[in-house]
């Protein structure tokens, strides 16, 4: 029998989540559990680079783990730890600096954005795409679920595996993305790429309140009712179409096209949708919330469970590069 893929992703602990999480990598994790081995971590380290108050990083990596056991990542079957508590990670991740060729961080485009947007430019936030591969590569990762924006930290932790194992031997599975064309980029309520830092997202876990507030302000146009309009260039048709699919898209592609469409109820609808899919998260969620000590539990029992393969990876590097063998 063909032995399971290795399905990995992490997410950061850097606010609450959004649609664009969970449609492009948290549904992904979640299906993946019944035919693959599926390891989801909360990547406080990354975290480091954009979050500078002990208390905040505390209570979000909380939240995401309160979030992710939510919708459905099951830690008895699969693994949840938090990334910090795997230190063999940062071991693994100054090794790898040595086989980057410099040039290869300086092409990446997310560090530039993000000091765009006015986050201080550390060489932590230099060298991020080092440790998101010493994550990937540490656990022998074949199939990563994210977004398109993270594709180009997706080829560094490819060609870092592939230098690594042609000057040191076959260590590491050189992996692959798995980046869903339909959801790559989920819309904002502005029609931006949805993202905690433009303040455009659609929470998950967001009060009644405040989802019904956030769908009715996703941005339209101002065509006139009777208008025919095109859903393909609509905001809302492409933040609505990630919760349908067959007769009920071919259904509201036609009322787009046949004129005689209110956005206002078509939002109405939307926020319904939305409250509804996300019922039996919320349920879950106070459940979890009822007994304080459960998240640490998960969580460090997370961790001693997938170490053992961290520290079997790491060991063959070790051998690999010379730093394990000793004459006494
Ligand atoms: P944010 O941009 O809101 O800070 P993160 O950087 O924490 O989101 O992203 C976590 C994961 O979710 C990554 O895999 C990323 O590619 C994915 N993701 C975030 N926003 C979107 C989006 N709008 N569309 C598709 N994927 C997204
Ligand atoms: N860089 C990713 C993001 O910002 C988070 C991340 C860190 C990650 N390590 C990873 C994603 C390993 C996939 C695999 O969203």
Known sequence: MASKKRVLSGIQPSGR???????????????????????????????????????KLVEYTREAAVSL?????????SHLWVQSDIPEVTELAWILSNVTPLG??????????????????SAGLFIYPILMAADILLFQSDLVPVGKDQKQHLEVARDIALKFNSVYGEIFTVPEPLIDKNVAVVPGIDGQKMSKSYGNTIEIFASKDDLRKNVMGIVTDS????????????????????FISGEEDRKLRKRYEDGGLKYGDVKKELFEIIWDYFKEAREKRE????????????????ADKTRETAVKTL??????TGLSVRML
């Open 17 to 55: 989540f959004h649609l664009g999480n969970y449609f492009a990598m948290i549904k992904k994790m979640v299906e993946s559990q019944d035919k693959s081995e599926l390891f989801c971590f909360i990547v406080d380290l990354h975290a480091l680079t954009t979050v500078s108050e002990g208390e």
């Open 69 to 77: 056991l939510s919708l459905g990542i099951d830690p008895d079957i």
């Open 223 to 242: 065509q006139s009712v009777e208008a025919s309009k095109n859903p393909d260039r609509c905001n809302l048709y492409n933040i609505y179409k990630l």
């Open 104 to 121: 290869l961080m300086e092409r990446c485009h997310s560090y530039k954005d993000k000091i765009a947007k006015g986050i201080k430019p």
């Open 315 to 320: 060991k063959n590097v070790k051998d690999a």
């Open 287 to 302: 459940t979890i919330l009822k007994d304080k000590s459960y998240i640490d539990k998960i969580l460090r029992a997370g």
